[in-house]
Every structure is written in structure tokens, then in C-alpha cells.
């Protein structure tokens, strides 16, 4: 289905102001885990973004940082779902995690939040942070994980700042592909719905989706990508995603920047923030503290 941009924008913004992100299972809260936080603002190029610090235990001083993207299909703006995995990494993997609230569409359309977001990298990298800006990774969940690709793919082509690790949850990287296309046997229909929604609203020149930031799986980014950030990949079984992150995958081991795949069984988008138990999500978890703990040693 087609929809006009005055329509789906009309859709989105009334999206945005429906209550916050669903309330989460104590299972998979990790409320048990102390965090300390700190509300501060970032300046980008297109305005300051609010973000919240989490610190890791003892502090900042001499540790890397994690730059976290919330998901939201480039449309939602609830950074707060994220908390659970920003406890955990920052108490796991010991580094300080910067959960950014970016500007979504249609408020920000793309490039913006790829820029808003590759600034916030730069800041973050600067030797004048409390934490050490030379170990700088950067990861996302959904739309997260697509803005942290285009910001490691920047990141790349202009020679700084330096990304040790990127993170890529359940990312949509080719919009190329109409949400109704994507779906196949045995996948969830979670995203067929909003798919055509979501894109027209974050890129509504349907010839711009095939730019390489906001389709790096599509077929016209053939670039080499030899020197770009290191990944962590996760899919879901059931996503209707999944298919395009391998592709991005297996592009990344093609030049020597897979860390490692992970593919969640019976699962779909989401799983971690929408009811999965904590015997699926914890090992997910455990593996991005272990790969920030090695990459930002």
C-alpha cells in the first residue's frame, strides 16, 4: 500500500504522542542491576540532543563509551525502552553508555537523524570527555541499528571518528523493499502494517531509499567496505528483517568486519523490549557486553 506523505505523517505524529514504550517483564527490566545516570544535552548540526549517561561501576575515567540508539521505525521517540540493556551493558561491560533521544521523522527527516546521530559520534570521541573518546563503539536496536550502520559507514568514508564495534539489532537496512514484499512464510506480520508508514515518513523520495545510508543491503550499494567498524549482528528467526541484515552480514565478513552473527530462534522484531524471557534475552546480552569489553579494552 501506497500512502501520501500528508497522510502518513498525520499518522506518525499521532503515533508520537500515544503513550510510552510498553511496560517491560521484571524478568527483562534488570531493575536488580544498579545504574547510575545523568541527564546532559549533545550539540549537533541540527540542534542539542537529550541523552542519559549511564556510568559504569567506579566510573568513567580511562573506559570506553557506547553510544546506544533507541528502535521505533525512525518514527517513535522512546529512548527509555532501552533501559534495561543500558544497565546492563554499562554494569557488564564497564563502559559508559550514551542513550541518545535523536529527532525522529517526520520532525527530522533522512539523512537528519543518520547526521544527528554520526555528530553525537564525534563528540563522543573528543579527548576532552570524561571517559577515554578513543574507545568509542556505537549500537542500535531496529531503526537504531540502521542509523548506527549509516554512522560506522560515515564514520568510514571520512576517516574518523575511530568505531571499535558496531552493534546491529534487528536493523532494517534495504527500504528499497516494500514491508509487504519482506514477508514470507514463517514470519510475523509486526511490521507489514507500519512498514509503509514508517518509510514514506522517514524518506519520502522513494528514489533516495537506495542511497547507501539508508539501504547499505540493497542492491546498489556495492561498495567496498574493507576499514569500516567491526559488527555484531543479531536477527530474529521470525522478523521479516532478518533476510536483509544477513545480506549486510555477509557483506561485512566480506571485508573482514564480522565479529560475530547471531540468529535468535523463534523470535521476531523486537523480541527483546516485546515479551521474549529472560532465557533468550540474557545470552543476547551477555554476548554485546563480552564484544564491548573486548573491542574497548
Not at 549537533?44 to 541523552?51: I, K, N, P, S, V
Not at 553508555?97 to 570521541?125: H, T
Not at 533516495?208 to 561498495?223: E, Q, V
Amino acid at each position: 500500500m501506497t500512502f501520501p506523505v500528508w497522510l502518513a505523517d498525520g499518522v506518525a505524529k499521532l503515533i508520537q504522542k500515544a503513550p510510552g514504550s510498553p511496560r517491560l517483564a521484571p524478568e527483562i527490566a534488570f531493575a536488580e542491576i544498579p545504574a547510575t545516570t545523568e541527564e546532559i544535552t549533545i550539540p549537533t548540526r541540527h540542534g542539542d540532543l537529550r541523552a542519559v549517561l549511564y556510568l559504569p561501576p567506579g566510573g568513567s575515567a580511562g573506559r570506553g563509551v557506547y553510544i546506544n540508539l533507541h528502535g521505533g521505525g525512525f518514527v517513535l521517540r522512546h529512548p527509555e525502552q532501552d533501559d534495561p540493556l543500558c544497565r546492563y551493558v554499562a554494569a557488564h561491560a564497564e563502559v559508559t553508555v550514551v542513550n541518545v533521544d535523536y529527532v525522529p521523522a517526520p520532525q527530522s527527516r533522512f539523512p537528519g537523524p543518520i547526521e544527528q546521530v554520526y555528530d553525537v559520534a564525534v563528540w563522543a570521541a573528543a579527548p576532552d570527555r570524561p571517559w577515554d573518546g578513543g574507545r568509542l563503539a556505537i549500537g542500535g536496536q531496529s531503526a537504531g541499528g540502521a542509523l548506527a550502520a549509516g554512522t560506522a559507514r560515515l564514520a568510514l568514508e571520512r576517516g574518523a571518528p575511530a568505531i571499535r564495534l558496531q552493534v546491529l539489532m534487528y536493523p532494517p537496512l534495504d527500504l528499497t523493499v516494500p514491508a509487504k514484499v519482506k514477508k514470507t512464510e514463517g514470519k510475523e506480520s509486526f511490521l507489514v502494517r507500519m512498514g509503509p508508514i514508517f518509510d514514506t515518513v522517514y524518506c519520502p523520495d522513494t528514489a533516495r531509499r537506495a542511497d547507501r545510508l539508508a539501504s547499505p543491503a540493497g542492491p546498489a550499494d556495492t561498495a567496498d567496505l574493507s576499514g569500516i567498524a567491526p559488527a555484531l549482528v543479531v536477527t530474529a528467526q521470525k522478523d521479516i528483517l532478518r533476510e536483509e541484515t544477513v545480506r549486510y552480514a555477509e557483506r561485512l565478513r566480506a571485508a573482514g568486519a564480522l565479529r560475530e552473527h547471531i540468529d535468535v530462534s523463534d523470535v521476531g522484531h523486537g523480541f527483546n523490549i516485546l515479551g521474549a524471557p529472560r532465557d533468550t534475552v540474557l545470552p543476547v546480552y551477555d554476548a554485546i557486553a563480552g564484544h564491548l569489553r573486548q573491542s574497548l579494552a
